[in-house]
């Protein structure tokens, strides 16, 4: 009973192993093959210029607050109507002479 959920395992692994490994020789780019790695730097200076990032709460909850004010609006002004009267009355015209 332990066997029986590894028995659908071992032909899936079969059929993974019988894929065809994609042609990769010629990918690179000539300007890009002969271009040398990236310098590795230290981490900790990294670490320590994210340390010294302050964010101050009430600037941004402000900042999200205007732009929270400023996206209803404009959702309030996208919720009228969008045909007008007549183009309505035309519409439902055309669909009851169907």
């Known amino acids: 009973m332990l066997y029986r959920p590894l028995l659908w395992f071992v032909p899936v692994l ?3 192993g019988c894929t ?12 890009v093959k002969d ?5 590795l730097v230290p981490l900790e200076p990294i670490l320590a210029a994210a340390d010294t ?6 600037q941004t909850e402000a900042t999200l607050t205007r732009r929270l004010s400023g996206l209803r609006t404009r959702a309030n002004a ?18 009851s002479e169907r």
């Open 14 to 16: 079969a059929l993974i």
């Open 20 to 31: 065809q490994f994609p042609d990769l020789d010629g990918t690179v780019r000539p300007e």
């Open 35 to 39: 271009t040398p790695y990236p310098e």
């Open 53 to 58: 990032i302050s964010i101050d709460p009430d």
């Open 78 to 95: 996208m919720r009228g109507a969008v045909i007008s009267g007549p183009e309505k009355k035309r519409l439902e015209e055309g669909l």
